[in-house]
């Protein structure tokens, strides 16, 4: 149970220093940890949840796609089914294409958001072969452009159930930044379908701090708790679990 609050505060983490967040549908975890940066922010952060009233100011999603073209955004997730190496994302299905043998729901707006908006974080808990894959077997958007191409964003960390990565558009390349507690270089390397960069020591991810524990509790649960309130009991009980099992945190 105490994976959530791991990954609320590790994206959290992420979202230090920035403007503009935007959330899609149907993603509480990536809701919880916009909303914990906004409170321990210590300048103005703007959190924008798609398909939410009090918690947004897109009335459709012509205007995020409005904020993006215009350079109002500056972070966002993404979790495709496949993910490979150059991080080019795949959100069309398996197999070849037109006659895929696993069809998924689609791009949508992906690959302009991906052109688009700075410091897009992957997001894909399942690290195996079949998700961090050598090449993707569609391309719904490309990790980087050649350099006539007007490109203002994309990838910048990759995180997952077993690690966290950064991306170099410059080397189209990952590296590992590290390793989450109990995970082991040579696991990630049997379970990553692509070649990455890693130091000699790994280090280990770093665990939710207790002001972040604190912040979850009272301030990112009451508020996630109208959208998502199975969610929030499991964030509740992670954080507090968190807090039980590690005192010294």
């Given at each position: 149970?105490?994976?959530?609050?791991?990954?609320?505060?590790?994206?959290?983490?992420?979202?230090?220093?920035?403007?503009?967040?935007?959330?899609?549908?149907?993603?509480?975890?990536?809701?919880?940890?916009?909303?914990?940066?906004?409170?321990?922010?210590?300048?103005?952060?703007?959190?924008?949840?798609?398909?939410?009233?009090?918690?947004?100011?897109?009335?459709?999603?012509?205007?995020?796609?409005?904020?993006?073209?215009?350079?109002?955004?500056?972070?966002?997730?993404?979790?495709?089914?496949?993910?490979?190496?150059?991080?080019?994302?795949n959100?069309?299905?398996?197999?070849?294409?037109?006659?895929?043998?696993?069809?998924?729901?689609?791009?949508?707006?992906?690959?302009?958001?991906?052109?688009?908006?700075?410091?897009?974080?992957?997001?894909?808990?399942?690290?195996?072969p079949?998700?961090?894959?050598?090449?993707?077997?569609?391309?719904?958007?490309?990790?980087?452009?050649?350099?006539?191409?007007?490109?203002?964003?994309?990838?910048?960390?990759?995180?997952?159930?077993?690690?966290?990565?950064?991306?170099?558009?410059?080397?189209?390349?990952?590296?590992?930044?590290?390793?989450?507690?109990?995970?082991?270089?040579?696991?990630?390397?049997a379970?990553?379908?692509?070649?990455?960069?890693?130091?000699?020591?790994?280090?280990?991810?770093?665990?939710?701090?207790?002001?972040?524990l604190?912040?979850?509790?009272?301030?990112?649960?009451?508020?996630?708790?109208?959208?998502?309130?199975?969610?929030a009991?499991?964030?509740?009980?992670?954080?507090?679990?968190?807090?039980?099992?590690?005192?010294?945190?």
């Amino acid at each position: 149970m105490e994976r959530i609050a791991f990954f609320v505060c590790a994206i959290a983490r992420m979202l230090k220093d920035r403007k503009h967040v935007a959330v899609g549908a149907n993603s509480p975890l990536q809701a919880a940890a916009a909303l914990a940066a906004q409170a321990l922010a210590t300048d103005d952060m703007r959190v924008s949840i798609l398909g939410t009233k009090r918690h947004s100011s897109f009335a459709s999603f012509g205007d995020l796609f409005d904020c993006a073209a215009t350079g109002r955004l500056d972070a966002f997730f993404l979790s495709p089914g496949q993910i490979d190496g150059q991080a080019n994302i795949n959100m069309v299905g398996i197999g070849t294409y037109p006659r895929f043998d696993v069809r998924w729901p689609g791009s949508h707006g992906a690959p302009l958001l991906y052109m688009l908006i700075p410091n897009i974080i992957l997001f894909k808990e399942e690290h195996s072969p079949r998700t961090l894959v050598r090449a993707v077997d569609f391309v719904s958007a490309p990790g980087t452009s050649p350099p006539n191409v007007y490109r203002t964003g994309g990838p910048t960390t990759l995180l997952t159930g077993k690690a966290c990565f950064s991306f170099d558009p410059a080397a189209a390349r990952f590296t590992l930044e590290s390793a989450h507690p109990g995970v082991g270089i040579d696991e990630i390397l049997a379970n990553t379908g692509f070649e990455f960069d890693h130091p000699s020591h790994v280090p280990v991810t770093a665990p939710p701090e207790a002001d972040m524990l604190d912040v979850i509790r009272q301030h990112v649960v009451p508020r996630i708790r109208e959208l998502y309130p199975q969610f929030a009991d499991s964030l509740l009980g992670s954080a507090n679990g968190y807090a039980e099992s590690a005192p010294g945190v």
